[in-house]
Protein backbone atom coordinates (compact mmCIF):
# COMPACT_ATOMS: atom_id res chain seq x y z
CA UNK A 1 0.00 0.00 0.00
CA UNK A 2 1.64 3.10 -0.96
CA UNK A 3 0.82 6.76 0.93
CA UNK A 4 2.54 9.87 -0.25
CA UNK A 5 3.39 10.96 3.19
CA UNK A 6 2.86 14.78 3.68
CA UNK A 7 4.07 16.25 7.02
CA UNK A 8 0.82 18.24 8.56
CA UNK A 9 1.55 21.04 10.77
CA UNK A 10 -0.10 20.03 14.67
CA UNK A 11 -0.74 22.52 17.55
CA UNK A 12 -0.95 21.90 20.88
CA UNK A 13 -0.12 22.85 24.82
CA UNK A 14 2.45 21.22 27.50
CA UNK A 15 0.53 19.30 29.79
CA UNK A 16 3.39 18.11 31.74
CA UNK A 17 7.16 18.92 32.30
CA UNK A 18 9.74 16.16 33.89
CA UNK A 19 13.16 16.24 33.90
CA UNK A 20 13.44 14.03 31.25
CA UNK A 21 10.42 15.19 29.28
CA UNK A 22 7.47 16.92 28.09
CA UNK A 23 3.54 15.36 27.51
CA UNK A 24 2.01 17.49 24.74
CA UNK A 25 -2.09 17.51 24.24
CA UNK A 26 -2.44 17.77 20.94
CA UNK A 27 -5.48 20.22 20.02
CA UNK A 28 -8.49 18.49 18.45
CA UNK A 29 -8.80 15.66 20.45
CA UNK A 30 -6.31 13.99 18.58
CA UNK A 31 -4.46 12.46 21.44
CA UNK A 32 -1.24 13.18 23.66
CA UNK A 33 2.45 13.11 22.49
CA UNK A 34 5.65 12.19 25.05
CA UNK A 35 8.53 13.65 24.06
CA UNK A 36 12.15 13.83 25.36
CA UNK A 37 13.52 16.89 26.51
CA UNK A 38 15.99 16.51 23.33
CA UNK A 39 13.53 16.80 20.82
CA UNK A 40 12.56 20.41 22.28
CA UNK A 41 13.75 23.28 20.47
CA UNK A 42 13.07 26.80 22.70
CA UNK A 43 14.88 29.87 23.93
CA UNK A 44 12.89 30.58 26.77
CA UNK A 45 12.28 27.87 30.18
CA UNK A 46 9.19 25.25 29.12
CA UNK A 47 5.69 26.34 31.49
CA UNK A 48 2.63 24.24 31.77
CA UNK A 49 0.22 25.39 28.81
CA UNK A 50 2.58 26.62 26.72
CA UNK A 51 1.49 26.74 22.81
CA UNK A 52 3.75 24.84 20.97
CA UNK A 53 3.36 23.21 16.72
CA UNK A 54 5.02 20.04 15.36
CA UNK A 55 5.07 18.53 12.13
CA UNK A 56 3.75 14.89 11.99
CA UNK A 57 3.37 12.40 8.90
CA UNK A 58 1.44 8.77 8.85
CA UNK A 59 3.81 5.84 10.52
CA UNK A 60 5.00 3.71 7.77
CA UNK A 61 5.52 -0.02 8.74
CA UNK A 62 9.08 -1.27 7.33
CA UNK A 63 8.93 -4.58 5.83
CA UNK A 64 11.46 -6.93 7.20
Known amino acids: ME ?20 KIAINGRLGVLNLPLRFIISDNKLQIDD ?14
Open 3 to 22: YELNPRLLKGKLVEITDVGV
Open 51 to 64: EVEFYLSYVRVSQK
